[in-house]
């Protein structure tokens, strides 16, 4: 076997791993492997490039580099002299984790919060109701309790999101083990 095999197989078993592991991100093994194979490229591809590189049709590649764009985990860059638009893998993995998970969390947080204040609202005015059971209304207070310990742990969410978003995380648990 030669070196340049033996290179190949030790990028393809993290290609593999990569490609594996990216429903964590919402995304199918297939455009893991696309980001797992531009990771290990010097030089910016183009769709045509990637395509024959896989072995994907162009349309699932565009369809693929997209997401990848989407989900900032790939950059479109430019090159003197290339008409065709080059992607190349974002190398910051932290970065990757931070912008993909603190868009989903941000929209959870919002989704969740607005719901449980919208019934929280409810059950406040039902409880004002005349002629409301006992055995409602000790439900219903129950229910508050849960939604404000609910607030309680989206207001912490949040902070955390910014913790990430600021790096601030970082000063708590560095990138490099010191």
């Given at each position: 076997m030669t070196d340049r095999e033996q290179l190949n197989i030790a990028r393809e078993r993290v290609i593999d791993s990569v490609a594996q592991n990216m429903d964590l991100y919402g995304v199918t093994e297939s455009i893991g492997r696309l980001y797992g194979m531009l990771l290990f490229q010097e030089n910016p591809m183009t769709l045509d490039e990637m395509k024959e590189e896989l072995g994907m049709s162009k349309t699932s590649m565009s369809t693929s580099v997209r997401t990848l764009l989407e989900l900032k985990m790939v950059d479109k860059v430019w090159r003197k002299g290339v008409r065709k638009d080059l992607y190349r893998a974002e190398e910051d993995w932290y970065q990757t984790f931070i912008d993909y998970f603190t868009i989903k969390?941000?929209?959870?947080?919002?989704?969740?919060?607005y719901a449980i204040e919208k019934s929280m609202n409810e059950i406040k005015a039902l409880m004002n109701k005349e002629g409301i059971s006992e055995d409602v209304i000790k439900d219903a207070t129950n229910d508050l309790e849960k939604m404000n310990y609910a607030l309680d742990y989206y207001d912490w969410l949040e902070r955390f999101v910014d913790s990430l978003e600021s790096h601030e995380i970082f000063n708590f648990i560095p990138k490099n083990k010191e």
């Amino acid at each position: 076997m030669t070196d340049r095999e033996q290179l190949n197989i030790a990028r393809e078993r993290v290609i593999d791993s990569v490609a594996q592991n990216m429903d964590l991100y919402g995304v199918t093994e297939s455009i893991g492997r696309l980001y797992g194979m531009l990771l290990f490229q010097e030089n910016p591809m183009t769709l045509d490039e990637m395509k024959e590189e896989l072995g994907m049709s162009k349309t699932s590649m565009s369809t693929s580099v997209r997401t990848l764009l989407e989900l900032k985990m790939v950059d479109k860059v430019w090159r003197k002299g290339v008409r065709k638009d080059l992607y190349r893998a974002e190398e910051d993995w932290y970065q990757t984790f931070i912008d993909y998970f603190t868009i989903k969390w941000r929209l959870a947080i919002t989704e969740n919060i607005y719901a449980i204040e919208k019934s929280m609202n409810e059950i406040k005015a039902l409880m004002n109701k005349e002629g409301i059971s006992e055995d409602v209304i000790k439900d219903a207070t129950n229910d508050l309790e849960k939604m404000n310990y609910a607030l309680d742990y989206y207001d912490w969410l949040e902070r955390f999101v910014d913790s990430l978003e600021s790096h601030e995380i970082f000063n708590f648990i560095p990138k490099n083990k010191e």
